[in-house]
């Protein structure tokens, strides 16, 4: 896979223009479907997690368009995840909760190439979070290439073992901004073989978390078919995209009826000034965030 950096060309167009207005209009109008029968009746045990919540601000270093995480220095960024973290931990019934960076590891660009992030930045921030017990999230958005590629792309920084990985299928395309992309249950699974494969011949420490991302149902085909609950790799699927608090309610409860994939993520959109980016009105306060059935245990903020 070819790296480029990112900052040899501008980020996406989306961070640029009102497409995502369009997208907006298009998820408040659609309805959610129903689980399928595989997806409500099976029942996944698996280990018990950390005894953590995790707290997390996402978006790329070197792009104040991008998300939050780009528009401050990673101290800053670690100490307003701190104060937030407070607000969550008086709402979490005695549950702890930890701080992570979520960072954006593969951009997408047209024709579905993907700039690599500068890796000396990414280690940058890895160092960072170990030095204050956080976690590290680095999430690829797949473009052109096939989830096993991108996650093979990856791999390597679980040597880090407070680092996690993320794939996000809505930029899965040769065209972004124009469709959204997906995956299949099947490349789900198998990405989640890979990481535990990987994990195993390494001799790695501890279990990992790999995020995927959701808003719209086309975004994981045959989703009923996806298998969680391997010894090492945790499955979260995230709700994704913004909007009011029903749209947001709505979304996640689509993925909540996954109890094929039990582990439940949840992120929320700043507004952000910029033109054109999308952004949650009124934004879910922590109390609201910890009331949607089931609770989510990831929480980020773009």
């Not at 700039?115 to 890895?126: A, D, M, R, V």
């Not at 204050?132 to 791999?155: C, S, W």
């Not at 073992?161 to 901004?177: G, Q, S, Y």
């Not at 989703?223 to 969680?228: D, K, P, Y």
């Amino acid at each position: 896979m070819p790296a480029q950096s990112p900052f040899t060309q501008p980020f996406p167009a989306f961070y640029f223009n009102d497409s995502i207005k369009t997208y907006t209009t298009q998820e408040s109008s659609r309805l959610y479907w129903v689980p399928t029968e595989e997806e409500s009746g099976r029942n996944y045990q698996f280990p018990a997690l950390l005894d953590s919540d995790v707290l997390a601000y996402y978006g790329h270093p070197s792009s104040e368009l991008m998300g939050i995480l780009g528009r401050y220095t990673k101290e800053e960024i670690g100490q307003q995840l701190s104060d937030l973290a407070k607000e969550y931990r008086a709402q979490s019934g005695g549950r702890k909760v930890i701080t992570a960076f979520y960072i954006i590891y593969g951009t997408v660009w047209p024709g579905g190439d993907i700039g690599i992030i500068n890796e000396s930045l990414l280690q940058e921030y890895i160092d960072y979070a170990a030095e204050h017990d956080m976690l590290v999230f680095i999430d690829h958005q797949i473009g052109k290439y096939t989830p096993a590629q991108a996650l093979r792309r990856m791999l390597p920084y679980l040597k880090y073992p407070h680092v996690h990985l993320a794939l996000d299928p809505e930029w899965r395309t040769t065209k972004p901004m124009q469709e959204i992309g997906s995956v299949t249950g099947a490349e789900i699974n198998q990405v989640q073989s890979i990481m535990e494969d990987y994990i195993l011949e390494n001799d790695l420490p501890g279990d990992r978390m790999l995020v995927i991302h959701q808003f719209r149902y086309s975004m994981i085909q045959n989703r009923e078919e996806i298998v969680s609950g391997l010894n090492h790799v945790r499955l979260v699927l995230c709700a994704d995209g913004f909007g009011s608090p029903s749209v947001k309610r709505n979304s996640y409860a689509y993925n909540a009826l996954a109890g094929n994939i039990p582990i439940k993520g949840f992120k929320l959109f700043y507004r952000s000034g910029f033109a054109g980016a999308g952004y949650d009105q009124p934004l879910l306060t922590p109390a609201e965030v910890y009331a949607l059935n089931p609770r989510p245990y990831l929480i980020m903020y773009q």
